[in-house]
């Protein structure tokens, strides 16, 4: 199966990223500017998409509060990278014992209940700012990482050039950043992408849910977070026109992720 | 055998660890975490009573004592089945969880039946048809689906089936007045149901059809086919029967998820089940049935790998040290 490259979404995604970086240029209106008079505005000429019930312009905050949303996502995959990698590298390193109280910790943390986690790490880091929220999120999803660069660790580790790095005296950040993390890069690149969608999906879900970001803060999740109310008042533009854009965002995201995925065998099926 | 009771015991020890640890963690986050619990148990009134009385309710709910004495006492009651009462509803933790969890285990094991029986039969169609049109829609709107986030889908049904066309209702398990009633029961599942299976479905299909992708490119495959066989019959008999113990591990790593992953949809259509009740806990401080709760849903996760490494080396000495085929990408 020839993998084709994802052009469109790959222009999609750099025109949501860059329209959302240039805000400035794009918004028509104040983002918080609550125009009371206003409010729950169907889409107009006025309103491209219409205003929320507080009587903000749909279509400047959705560029507005996609920088958020994109921020989080990527900080938030950053900092899980960086433990999986560190976790996942170390225990693939360690002796046996140390690998299995290391592993057996990382499941145990894996059976917390996400929700409790976040809510515990949302509590005591005071997450309820935008920085905040990345660090849980992003301390909440190394887990599966972790796992796939210490199995990968674990065949690296007996290669001979790893071995004859150790024997030169080779500490283990250097062999990690020479020799360990080029050849299990590709493998958690595919992750990492997939990383950064559920880290935008976990910020609208928290703010939706509201234990994510406070409504002042304008990010898709927290526009969506007054959907249930838009859904009495029927103003659908609030409640579709924001999770359209996040589902095209998530959607060209995966498309890059699959892309980036080690493909398997180049063979063709003998079926 | 000898050896197969010792393994038998080994792993029973580590589950036994796994759950206590996973005990002192909770109980430990629970109580590190910000919030008074005496909000949980006497709502607003707490701001009427003197600093007199708050010390005296602590006191009485057994607050007041350090972390590893309170620890204790909990340790000492759950091993007696005894897990304290919650302070909001002021009854035996255990009743409260009765009361709901029935509505939990009929939405996801209902969603977990139907999510694992459809993504057998998406995976075997887009294994069969790979490639052509077919295969190529079928993992076009697969994608479009798992892109989809849980509450924003559960809005959408809101918004189309109960506001706009009004033909199901958009809250609760049942209408008031009508708890027997089958039908009705039926009709507030739906969207639920639809729900939490679309979260999941693709993510397993698509497993599903990599792995038997991956089945069909075997030297096998080419041996079967020389034989005679067609190509379905290869891929039901031989590729299909290979890649049942992946399929099989991933079930048992996906149930805890399937379960303890409803409560998005609980949330959103106010159904009183587990999950909206573990949300309620953990924001309000409800400790015992945090506890308990945790340890259900964490219990269900442990129990699940294990069984998922057991499926793996029985079926597959070879997977003794990799963990798991598939399993390794099952998502947290």
Request: aromatic content about 10%; charged content about 15%.
């Amino acid at each position: 199966m020839k993998k084709r490259f994802p052009g469109i979404s790959l222009f999609i995604l750099t025109v949501v990223i860059a329209g959302c970086l240039a805000c400035g240029a794009v918004m028509t209106k104040d983002p918080a500017y609550m125009d009371l008079a206003n409010s729950n505005t169907a889409p107009c000429r006025a309103f491209f998409f219409g205003t929320d019930a507080m009587g903000r312009d749909v279509f400047s905050m959705i560029w507005h509060g996609g920088r958020v949303s994109l921020f989080i996502g990527f900080l938030a995959t950053l900092i899980s990278t960086a433990v999986a990698v560190l976790v996942g590298s170390v225990s693939g390193c360690a002796p046996a014992w140390i690998d299995g109280a290391m592993m057996g910790l990382t499941d145990i943390v894996l059976s917390v209940p996400g929700l409790l986690l976040t809510v515990f790490l949302q509590a005591v880091l005071g997450g309820s700012s935008v920085i905040g929220l990345a660090v849980v999120i992003g301390l909440t999803g190394w887990m599966s990482m972790a796992r796939v660069v210490r199995t990968e660790v674990l065949q690296l580790k007996n290669m001979d050039y790893v071995l004859a790095a150790r024997c030169l005296g080779g500490g283990f950040f250097h062999i990690l950043c020479r020799h360990l993390a080029p050849n299990f890069i590709p493998s958690i690149l595919f992750m990492a992408v997939m990383n950064v969608r559920s880290a935008i999906v976990a910020e609208s879900t928290l703010s939706f849910m509201g234990i994510g970001l406070p409504v002042e803060v304008i990010s898709w999740g927290s526009m969506l977070s007054l959907s249930e109310n838009a859904l009495i008042t029927r103003s659908w533009w609030t409640v579709l026109i924001p999770g359209v854009f996040l589902l095209v965002t998530l959607l060209c995201l995966t498309n890059l992720g699959n892309y980036m995925r080690k493909s398997g065998s180049k063979r063709h099926s003998n079926l | 055998m000898r050896k197969s009771y010792i393994t038998i015991i080994h792993e029973l020890g580590k589950l036994l660890l796994s759950i206590f640890l996973l005990s002192v963690l909770v109980f430990t986050m629970s109580r590190l975490a910000p919030g008074d619990p005496l909000y949980s148990y006497y709502g607003d009134q707490v701001e009427k009573m003197g600093p007199q009385e708050q010390e005296e309710a602590r006191e009485r709910l057994g607050l007041h004592e350090p972390l590893p004495v309170q620890y204790a006492r909990w340790f000492q009651g759950a091993v007696r089945g005894d897990f304290g009462i919650s302070y909001k509803y002021k009854t035996d933790v255990k009743e409260v969880i009765a009361g709901r969890i029935g509505n939990t285990l009929l939405l996801g094991g209902l969603g977990f039946v139907i999510i694992f029986g459809v993504a057998l039969l998406l995976g075997l169609f887009c294994a069969w048809r790979e490639d052509k049109w077919a295969d190529r829609v079928v993992c076009g709107i697969g994608t479009v689906t798992s892109c989809i986030p849980e509450f924003w889908l559960s809005l959408l049904l809101i918004l189309v089936f109960s506001v706009w066309l009004g033909w199901l209702p958009s809250s609760g398990a049942y209408s008031v007045g009508m708890e027997g009633s089958l039908a009705d029961r039926v009709r507030h599942l739906v969207l639920p149901l639809t729900v939490v299976v679309l979260g999941h479905l693709w993510y397993y299909a698509y497993l599903v059809r990599n792995r038997l992708l991956e089945e069909t490119r075997a030297d096998y495959v080419l041996l079967a086919r020389m034989k005679g066989l067609s190509g379905k019959q290869v891929l039901y008999r031989h590729c299909l029967r290979n890649a049942m113990p992946s399929y099989l591990s991933m079930m048992a790593i996906a149930l805890p998820h399937i379960l303890g992953g409803t409560y998005v949809a609980e949330t959103v259509f106010s159904y009183p089940g587990i999950g909206t009740l573990a949300y309620e806990s953990a924001r309000y401080q409800d400790y015992n049935l945090l506890m308990l709760i945790s340890l259900m849903t964490g219990g269900l996760v442990i129990v699940g790998n294990m069984f998922a490494k057991v499926i793996n080396e029985r079926i597959d000495p070879r997977m003794g040290l990799k963990t798991g085929g598939m399993s390794e990408e099952v998502k947290d």
